[in-house]
Protein backbone atom coordinates (compact mmCIF):
# COMPACT_ATOMS: atom_id res chain seq x y z
CA UNK A 1 0.00 0.00 0.00
CA UNK A 2 1.24 3.04 -0.91
CA UNK A 3 1.44 6.16 1.57
CA UNK A 4 -0.36 9.13 0.32
CA UNK A 5 0.40 12.25 2.46
CA UNK A 6 3.45 13.96 4.70
CA UNK A 7 3.59 17.06 6.84
CA UNK A 8 5.88 20.06 5.95
CA UNK A 9 6.28 22.93 7.00
CA UNK A 10 8.08 26.24 5.96
CA UNK A 11 11.15 27.70 6.98
CA UNK A 12 14.15 30.31 5.69
CA UNK A 13 15.45 27.01 3.85
CA UNK A 14 12.22 26.33 2.15
CA UNK A 15 10.35 23.26 3.31
CA UNK A 16 11.10 20.50 5.97
CA UNK A 17 9.02 17.59 6.00
CA UNK A 18 8.96 15.99 9.47
CA UNK A 19 10.68 13.01 9.68
CA UNK A 20 9.42 11.44 13.52
CA UNK A 21 6.01 12.30 14.55
CA UNK A 22 6.56 10.77 18.25
CA UNK A 23 9.12 12.42 21.13
CA UNK A 24 10.93 14.93 19.82
CA UNK A 25 10.53 16.64 16.60
CA UNK A 26 12.89 16.00 13.66
CA UNK A 27 12.55 17.61 10.48
CA UNK A 28 14.46 17.04 7.08
CA UNK A 29 14.92 19.01 3.71
CA UNK A 30 14.42 15.50 1.89
CA UNK A 31 11.49 14.72 0.83
CA UNK A 32 12.35 10.75 0.77
CA UNK A 33 13.30 10.76 4.89
CA UNK A 34 9.39 12.37 5.75
CA UNK A 35 7.25 10.23 7.80
CA UNK A 36 4.42 9.10 5.46
CA UNK A 37 0.79 8.71 6.35
CA UNK A 38 -1.41 6.84 5.07
CA UNK A 39 -4.62 9.17 4.37
CA UNK A 40 -4.32 13.33 4.32
CA UNK A 41 -6.68 12.88 7.10
CA UNK A 42 -4.35 11.46 9.40
CA UNK A 43 -1.21 14.01 8.28
CA UNK A 44 -3.70 16.74 9.32
CA UNK A 45 -3.98 15.22 12.99
CA UNK A 46 -0.27 15.09 12.91
CA UNK A 47 0.56 18.81 11.82
CA UNK A 48 -2.31 19.73 14.44
CA UNK A 49 -0.73 17.91 17.05
CA UNK A 50 2.40 20.50 16.85
CA UNK A 51 3.47 23.74 18.68
CA UNK A 52 1.87 26.40 16.99
CA UNK A 53 5.36 27.13 16.42
CA UNK A 54 5.74 25.11 13.27
CA UNK A 55 3.04 26.23 11.28
CA UNK A 56 2.72 22.45 9.70
CA UNK A 57 0.23 21.24 7.01
CA UNK A 58 0.30 18.08 5.81
CA UNK A 59 -0.29 17.65 1.31
CA UNK A 60 -0.45 14.76 -0.42
CA UNK A 61 3.00 12.88 -1.40
CA UNK A 62 2.09 13.02 -4.62
CA UNK A 63 2.71 16.31 -5.02
CA UNK A 64 6.54 16.49 -3.65
CA UNK A 65 7.62 14.92 -6.94
CA UNK A 66 5.96 18.14 -8.60
CA UNK A 67 7.93 20.38 -6.01
Same mark, same amino acid.
Given at each position: ? @?? &? *??????????????? /??? +? !??????? @?? &? *??????????????? /??? +? !???????????????
Amino acid at each position: M @AF &A *AVVARTSQNGLEYLV /RET +G !RDEWAVS @AQ &A *AARFQNLREATRAAL /RLP +G !RFRAFAFPADSIAEL
